[in-house]
């Protein structure tokens, strides 16, 4: 069972910095490993695919990066809107479960 | 556009049962596995089940295993989680979850979300 470790729990920054968020998997998980960004009362957005492919809509601020076991979601410049929770995520062919990681909330 | 809309949710005495239902629409529903996630309240994302688009691959959660069915019904594009003998530890909000593709790695993140609805089990 491939476990992903989210690190830091909360990272607290201001408007204008730049956030950096880390994702380690126990083995390796290739490139399949995937970022959401939650809001309080709001369902998980896709952000980030294949490790590195930015969803539709979602701005260049966001960028993901790393395969193997270690991964990176950076905001360049964050937005007051981009202040929320982050999980990254991955799921093999077999078995079809989709882990979480536990998730780093990410506060002004 | 792409829809998922959940309902179904409600409050339930543990040891009793309920069935969440996932209304689809704006995409070629035969064509994707789909899958529950849960949020309890204040904890993070979990995975529940997946049921894939030949509608008989299906996988759970340790958690939920026995006690959840996932299950598609193609003729009214609709997803279903009958979860039975339900604990407090299955207090949460359930959202139904598109795969980002039909074949390859596309199918391995979630592109779509429902808003998502609150399943409350208490005494």
């Known amino acids: 069972e491939i476990v992903l470790t989210q690190s830091p729990a909360t990272l607290s920054l201001s408007p204008g910095e730049r956030a950096t968020l880390s994702c380690r998997a126990s083995q390796s998980v290739n490139n399949y490993l995937a970022w959401y960004q939650q809001r309080p009362g709001q369902p998980p957005r896709l952000l980030i695919y294949?490790?590195?492919n930015r969803a539709t809509g979602i701005p260049a601020r966001f960028s993901g990066s790393g395969s193997g076991t270690d991964f990176t979601l950076t905001i360049s410049s964050l937005e007051p809107e981009d202040f929320a929770a982050y999980y990254c995520?991955?799921?093999?062919?077999?078995?079809?479960?989709?882990?979480f990681g536990q998730g780093t909330k990410l506060e002004i | 556009q792409v829809q998922l809309v959940e309902s179904g949710g409600g409050v339930v005495q543990p040891g009793r049962s309920l069935r969440l239902s996932c209304g689809a629409s704006g995409f070629a529903f035969s064509d994707y596995g789909m899958h529950w996630v849960r949020r309890a309240p204040g904890k993070g994302l979990e995975w529940v089940a997946v049921v894939g688009s030949d509608g008989t691959t299906k996988y759970y959660s340790d958690s939920v295993k026995g006690r959840f069915t996932i299950s598609r019904d193609i003729s009214k594009n609709t997803l279903q989680l009958q979860m039975d003998s339900l604990r407090v530890e299955d207090t949460a909000v359930y959202y139904c979850a598109k795969e980002g593709g039909s074949s390859g790695s596309d199918r391995f993140h979630f592109d779509h979300w429902g808003q998502g609805t609150l399943v409350t089990v208490s005494s």
């Open positions: 294949g490790a590195s």
């Open positions: 995520q991955h799921r093999n062919q077999w078995p079809p479960d989709g882990t």
